[in-house]
């Protein structure tokens, strides 16, 4: 009997069902559903809430000025739902450190983790997370060797007599899409996120939480509202548990000022998302009659910040200024990554800013193929004069360049798999260098796929038999990023550089420090035909 099955079993061993108690924005919970009678004796608890911050550091100043404004009258929280350490330069350069600092100035109440909290691989993670002046939840993360769970089941914090619990969990899609964080470098595993029991996990949490008789139960979840290979997101998590209020939601980057879903026994749960990079702050009110709500506030409508956080977000800025603001190049175009109506373009089709990313892995390596994940390209670039730390915006995480060996066969097999969601968005769409082919969205198929002729300047079909380089990033080598298939092939050069850094020799040695009209426009790589 293998380890999981025998930890599935555990999970699934008879649970004592606590009573449950439903709610709906704007209203009361029913009185014969907790025993509990005390009261706020007429104040509000307020809870702050947000998701995928992504290093999005101004915002919180503003975030604790909204906890500040209403702390002499009512009672306030602050929680986040993941997504914190990583996706621009102050997490990039500080490799995480930074965020800690702002957060720790901040002040939090409960926090959970994000996938994105284990990019810099588990070990400095959980350096990270020590460091971190506040208590963190997450039910799913259990340590692959003990057993144990490094963080905490739930988190119980009293407001004037009444209790709210708080459960946190992370999506267990993790697993995949930072596989390479949870082993070590003899190949193994660290840590477990248990996607066949998480629903068993968070219930056994919630429970224990009923039992203690606490009064609200609130999930910290980063599964998102977007199905996936795993089909576990937020909605099925409350479909398939029982006793939960409020679900405080990230991962997907939805804007969700109220929805209710469905819980098992058909009671209705809260469920909000605040979008990304601060674009809201949340409010979950509960009022002393017993009601919930959630709702959205733009940053942008808040004026007023918190001195003590601006002080500590300025000079983390001052220390990036000193670092980024070095001119690399010129620009002629703006490298984008979105479409017109916003939607991250990236991620289901040829970009401009994709092309240059991955002509900069083929010719700074010399390899004959290169390609990115558009999920590791994260930013809109104006055009005029670029930063280093525009460029860090672009390409933000640790990642490093590499190259591999890939067959022919291989190499359609990988592309026909990355675009199968076509036009819909996927991380594992791929940007190119050196290779075209055509996308068929009604089969999910390829087709016409050739490889340039160094030579010649030519394009030639790709033989199946053929043996090819490849320069991609090791995040998609390792398993992370590309589902996988290139995690056993022959490693030709590891660790080349950071994917910045390759960016910026490639715009400063191989175009001379100016990005002209060539790239003004997607080349043409990447055909898209029903």
Known sequence: MNRRHIFNIACSAAIIMAAMTACHTSRSLPTDLSKNTATTKGRNIVIRYENDVHCAIDGYAHRAALRDAVADTAFVAVVSNGDYLQGASAGAISKGEYIINIMNTVGYDAVTLGNHEFD??????????????????????????????????????NYGGITVGFVGAVTPTTLATEQYAFYDDAGNQLYDLYPDSIYTLVQQAVDQLRQQGVNYVVLLSHMGEIDNDMHITSHTLIANTTGIDVVLDGHSHSAIPSDTVLSRDGRPVIISQTGTKFANIGKLLITPDRRLSTQLIPVSSISKTNPNVEHTTD??????????SRVVCESEAALSIHDAEGRQMVRYAETNAGDLVADAYRIVTGAQIGMSNGGGIRTTLKAGTLTYGDLISLLPFDNNVCTV???????????????????TESGDFPQVSGITFTVHTSTRTISDLRILDPATGNYQPVRPDATYTLATIDYCIS???????????KMLRNNIAPYCECLVQYVTQHLNGHIGQEYSKPAGRITIVE
């Open 120 to 157: 810099y691989k588990t070990p400095r993670m959980m350096e990270l997370i020590g460091r971190l002046n506040a208590p963190v939840t997450c039910v799913n993360l259990v340590d692959s060797h003990t057993r144990q769970r490094p963080f905490a089941n739930t988190i119980v914090k």
């Open 315 to 324: 000079s983390v800025k001052q220390l990036l200024e000193a670092i980024t």
């Open 405 to 423: 060996e890939v067959t022919g066969s291989q190499l359609t097999e990988l592309l026909t798999r990355c675009t199968s969601a076509t036009p």
């Open 479 to 489: 398993g992370g990023g590309f589902y996988g298939i290139l995690k056993n092939n």
